[in-house]
């Protein structure tokens, strides 16, 4: 008897012979790569590297704290404190932003994302309002909006923001949340999102920042949660799933 099972081969007497396809245990489980379309990721410790290359950064007024893995960054001013990235990360419509950020609230808005070289406009950005409104503002004008209430001030909360081209989809921790939508209308169009400032008047701590040009499965959002954890880059790019069917031979 001869079994071929994704180049695998197992020869022997076909006499009282089974092949049973089970699944591993172990990985990160569901069908989860997160390397897969990863357009940037940074680490903010010590410095703005671009971990995937080719979009660093040059901080003004920008301090390293004490972040959710080793260093995050933080404002030190009002109003001129950003990261300008060299070049903008150009995700497309379907895209997805993730990460790790401790928000007290305060008086001004926290932007962790800019795709608008003016920077006194709030449209197209992803930013944490005072009122711990989280999610994107868009359109000339801000006209339309995409958000959900955080709840959580005191410790690091994992934010996840997707968009397919149609639909907006937010994660806070893991866990899926209900979108609010205003100023939404048959007209609104969401432009292709090309972040090009990270961090502007962002006074909450914001650590291990990715970006990818397609939308993440649930399955790799829990994955990148990791129970609490989080995943450093190196983890987020090798976290290919272990939960494959094996073979089991029995005779």
Known sequence: MTVRLNRAKISGP??????????STGG???????????????????????SVGGHDGTGTLIDFVSGKTNQGIRSNTVNTSVVSLQNPVN???????????????????????????????WSNSIKVNPDRSFGMWFGPGEYATAFVELVNNSTFEMLTLSYDGTTFKIYVDGVSQTVT????????????????????????????????SRVLTSAEVTALYNGGNGLTYEQTIASISRDRPRLLLKT
């Open 181 to 212: 939508l205003l100023g939404w209308s048959s007209s609104s169009v969401v432009p292709p999102f090309s972040p090009n400032h990270i961090g502007h008047n962002c006074f909450g701590v914001v650590d291990e920042m990715g970006l990818w």
């Open 28 to 50: 990160v489980g569901g069908a989860v790569n997160l390397s897969n379309a990863i357009a940037a990721y940074y680490k903010f410790d010590g410095d703005f590297t671009d």
């Open 91 to 121: 995700l497309g419509t379907s895209w997805t932003v993730n990460v790790w950020m401790k928000d007290p609230g305060g008086t001004y808005a926290d932007f962790l994302l800019t795709a608008n070289d003016d920077l006194t406009s």
């Open 14 to 23: 076909a006499t009282n012979t089974r092949v049973k396809l089970i699944k």
